[in-house]
């Protein structure tokens, strides 16, 4: 059986939702026959990287907020993730835009590393600081993934892949997605949101049953 998942590696609920539904596929007695598939989808696809700008000070313009509400916002966030055992320190993110990140999943998941680009991209950004629109940046994380320097830099430096980002992305809107995370299984049953880990494993065994 398959699981799609719409995400964005800038998103926070994107990674929490990722470590809640791990969980679940932990526990679901089929785990082994879950075939997962991840898909681009980009929050804002006009973000311009901000070098000179710390991600508070983005998020209160951005919604036209105080500075307090952006640092409150963040330390919620910051507990959230914490909950599922991830550590972020959003003081150290470097608003980016994801684009090329994306493109880099995309040559990920032509070599069967999709899951481990997806994991190497979100702890860049939410844990380490890194700059994911960065090329030193991004072929250091896609080493760590386990992709090959050369076949990163070949795609860092063409146009590689942003057809396969962009059939993502109409895919996503075709299927009415507006948000992510968006985990669809077995293309019939849709679960929006980084949803507690029991609600994925009730997807999973429904979906499972709907198919026998």
Not at 13 to 20: D, E, L
Not at 26 to 47: C, G, M, P, Q, Y
Not at 125 to 134: E, P, Q, Y
Request: proline share 1%.
């Amino acid at each position: 059986m398959k699981v799609d998942i719409w995400s964005d590696v800038r998103c926070p609920f994107c990674y929490i939702g990722k470590r809640k539904f791990e969980a679940a596929l932990a526990e679901f007695e089929h785990k082994d026959a879950i075939e997962v598939e991840w898909h681009s989808f980009e929050l804002d696809r006009n973000t311009v990287t901000l070098l000179d700008k710390s991600s508070e000070e983005y998020l209160a313009e951005r919604y036209g907020k105080s500075r307090e509400w952006a640092a409150e916002s963040h330390q919620h966030v910051t507990d959230t993730a914490a909950e599922v055992g991830l550590k972020f320190h959003l003081d150290k993110s470097i608003v980016a835009n994801s684009f090329n990140a994306h493109r880099l999943i995309q040559l990920a998941k032509s070599k069967g590393r999709g899951d481990e680009m997806e994991e190497a991209l979100f702890k860049a950004h939410f844990t380490d600081g890194k700059n994911i629109d960065d090329q030193a940046d991004l072929t250091e994380i896609a080493k760590e993934a386990g992709l090959d320097v050369a076949d990163v830099t070949t795609v860092l430096n063409s146009a590689d892949f942003t057809d396969e980002v962009r059939y993502d992305e109409k895919t996503a809107e075709d299927i009415g997605v507006r948000g992510v995370p968006f985990f669809v299984f077995n293309e019939k049953l849709a679960v929006s949101g980084a949803q507690p880990a029991e609600t994925f494993l009730g997807a999973l065994k429904q979906a499972w049953e709907g198919q026998a």
